[in-house]
Every structure is written in structure tokens, then in C-alpha cells.
């Protein structure tokens, strides 16, 4: 099937603005300079609304069609994450400690470069809401969103996002009905014993011992406690204690951890796995514990009706979708947002890039195209564009 590629005359101004977000990152709600931009762009595209301020600094774009009908929304992600770049590149960031190491500058510019097209055609019917979201990166704000009333303020029925995959090929799309990314969830624990001499154990209770145990006994909850057919990571990945020197055992050792689900149930069940263990332990063992759970992002769960939609525009825009994809054990949160409302989220190829979150990633610009056409063929086949009125921007 031949790739519907309705941007690569559009493709010289998508990078200039992918470069300068690329240059200018900023970091979960602090995003002034960020949404600025956006809505600025926004309105020179001619939205008829573009609101500001929905969870403290996203944006909302409005763009109504020929007439009444559905309203469906499109969501990007805005923000930075804490890394300090190595990639060298001539538009490298310009803060020293950030940069777009997660690729939400390509996001942006994804849904930007749709919103132009659809803002300048309007062949539609009903309303597509354009969703610039701030803090994915760990503060909530698909959440923050949801509860300022991004949904009911505009009725959106159903919602889409993408991320790009470093891995896949450029181009290539890959989605999965239900769970397609992971819940997770934070821990600390805190064990107290009693600390002295390290050459008179017999006299204290010792928390190294007790948190080795811990972390031993652990191992079991998704090992010997989840089905093997369902999918669950466990893992502590932090230790310290109070002690000042070699030879003192430590009164207090501290552990934190995260936990990785794809259902709900699982996730409830590994919560009181874990508190049930670690109290277990500590107990046999005379020390006191505390756990402090943390609930995070949900699992991302897609509908099943809609990943249809996502899958039929995808295979309208490129040959290579993989409609079966394995599920992700890292979390978005775009979940929230999914559990409001019907939706789909589908992964698109960055080709073999660095990781996400590592110093020397950064989005291949030639990923635009694809995800920018996808967005809008999502927003034409949901709300009823003719195929025969439908125009490459290409022959235009």
C-alpha cells in the first residue's frame, strides 16, 4: 500500500518547529515559554478557540468542521524531562540538565502540523480538540487535565494519542486493543531495628539483614503470586542506611522500588503482596516496618472499537502496522485520560535511535509526515470526511 503522505511540502516548517522545542525544553507544569508557542501557533492557524491555562499550562485548540457532529480529540505531550543532553546536534538544548530525551517535542509538532491542515480544510463534519498536555513526565497532568474539565468543557467522546518507539522503522505503526502500556506504582520501605557494633550483632537487630531478607522474599509475589499468563515487573531498586561507618550495623535502612502491571487486579493484589511481606519479615526478624505505597499511572488501556479507527488511519498512511503489538511494561499518562473517555493510543516508529530518557536521543524529523497524517486521518474518518473530497496536501 503506498504511503498517504500528506505533509512532505509541510515538512521544512514541521522541523523548524520540532528544532525550536527541541531547543527550548522545559520541565512538567513550568512550560510557559512552551504553551506560548503552541497556542501562538494555534491561532495562526485560525482554530476557532485556543484556550490557555487548562492545568495551569495546557492548550486546547478548537476546529469545527462543516457542520454539527462528533467531537473527537488528539493529544500531544509538551514536556521535558531532567537530562542533560549529549546528542550534539546543531539545535541541542540550550538549558544545561534538560532536554527532549522522550521526543514530546516531535508530539507536539505531530499534532501542530495536523491541527494546520485541519484547521485550513475543514473536511469535516463536528468539532477536533487538540490536546497539549504538560507534566507526562511524571506530575499527572493527563490527570490535571481530566479534573479541569478538559472533556465535559468540550464533550469530546473519544481521544487518541501517539508516542514514538525508538526501534521500530520510521513509519511504522504498532498498537494493541486493551492493555498496551503498564500501570505504575511507587514504593518506600522502612525498616527500624537496632542499631550498634557490627562486631556485636548479637546485641542489635540488624536492618541489613532484615532488608536482604525483604528483598529475597519479594521476589515471590510476581514469581509465585501472579499468573504467568498476565504481566507484572517488581523491583527495588534503591537501598541506604543511617549507618556512619563500616562498622556500626544501622539503626534505620531505607528501600524504594516500582511495581509494573497490565491489569487492575494484579496491581491491587501486588500492593498487599508486598505490605503483607515486608510486615512478615520484619516481625520474624523483631524489627519494625513501614511501607508507603505510592499509587501512579494506571494501566493505558485501549478501546476496542477505536483502536480499529487508529488501525484503519494508520494502514491509510503507511504499509508497515503492526495491529498485535506486545505490551509495554513502561507507563503513560494517558491512561487518565482513556479511562474518562474512549480512546486509542498507538506507538510510531523513531528508527534506531537511542532510548527514550538517555542523554543522546533525539525524534527522527522524518517520523513527522507519518504521525501528522495519522491525526488527521483519524479526525477525517471519525467525523465523516467523503473519501472522494479528501486532498494530499502534496497535490495542492
Not at 522502612?190 to 525483604?214: E, S
Amino acid at each position: 500500500m503506498p504511503i498517504r503522505n500528506r505533509f512532505s511540502e509541510m515538512l521544512p516548517e514541521m522541523t523548524a518547529w520540532r528544532h525550536d522545542f527541541h531547543e527550548h525544553p522545559e520541565l512538567l507544569y513550568d512550560l510557559p515559554r512552551t504553551s506560548a508557542r503552541v497556542a501562538d501557533l494555534l491561532r495562526g492557524f485560525g482554530c476557532d478557540e485556543v484556550v490557555t491555562g487548562i492545568a495551569q499550562t495546557g492548550v486546547v485548540g478548537v476546529i469545527r468542521g462543516r457542520g454539527p457532529g462528533r467531537v473527537v480529540g488528539l493529544r500531544a505531550d509538551m514536556d521535558a524531562l531532567p537530562i542533560g543532553e549529549t546528542t550534539g546536534r546543531a539545535y541541542a538544548s540550550h538549558t544545561p540538565g534538560r532536554m527532549h530525551a522522550c521526543g514530546h517535542d516531535g508530539h507536539m509538532t505531530m499534532l501542530l502540523g495536523a491541527a494546520k491542515y485541519l484547521a485550513g480544510t475543514r473536511n469535516f463534519d463536528g468539532t477536533v480538540v487538540v490536546i497539549f498536555q504538560p507534566a507526562e513526565e511524571g506530575g499527572g497532568g493527563g490527570l490535571a487535565m481530566v479534573q479541569d474539565g478538559l472533556f465535559a468543557r468540550w464533550n469530546i467522546q473519544e481521544v487518541y494519542g501517539m508516542h514514538n518507539h525508538p526501534g521500530l522503522p520510521v513509519g511504522h505503526f504498532a498498537i494493541r486493543p486493551g492493555a498496551i502500556m503498564a500501570s505504575a506504582d511507587s514504593f518506600e520501605i522502612v525498616l527500624t531495628g537496632k542499631g550498634g557494633h557490627a562486631a556485636r550483632p548479637h546485641l542489635c537487630v540488624d536492618t541489613m539483614v532484615v532488608a536482604a531478607q525483604v528483598i529475597t522474599a519479594l521476589q515471590t509475589v510476581v514469581s509465585r503470586g501472579v499468573d504467568p499468563m498476565e504481566q507484572a515487573v517488581l523491583s527495588v531498586s534503591t537501598i541506604t542506611t543511617d549507618s556512619p561507618a563500616y562498622n556500626v550495623l544501622p539503626q534505620v535502612v531505607r528501600m524504594s522500588g516500582t511495581a509494573r502491571t497490565m491489569s487492575e487486579s494484579v496491581r491491587g493484589f501486588i500492593e498487599t503482596r508486598v505490605k503483607e511481606i515486608v510486615t512478615g519479615v520484619a516481625t520474624a526478624l523483631q524489627a519494625q516496618a513501614e511501607v508507603i505505597w505510592q499509587s501512579g499511572y494506571p494501566v493505558t488501556v485501549n478501546g476496542a472499537a477505536e483502536t480499529d479507527h487508529a488501525i484503519a488511519a494508520a494502514r491509510a498512511v503507511s504499509a508497515d502496522v503492526d495491529a498485535d503489538v506486545a505490551p509495554q511494561m513502561a507507563a503513560e499518562d494517558f491512561s487518565y485520560m482513556l479511562r474518562e473517555c474512549p480512546g486509542a493510543y498507538i506507538l510510531l516508529g523513531n528508527g534506531a535511535s537511542a532510548p527514550v530518557h538517555h542523554p543522546d536521543y533525539d525524534f527522527d524529523d522524518a517520523a513527522l509526515p507519518f504521525g501528522a497524517s495519522w491525526y488527521v486521518e483519524i479526525a477525517e474518518n471519525r467525523l465523516g470526511a467523503p473519501e472522494g473530497d479528501r486532498h494530499d496536501l502534496q497535490s495542492r
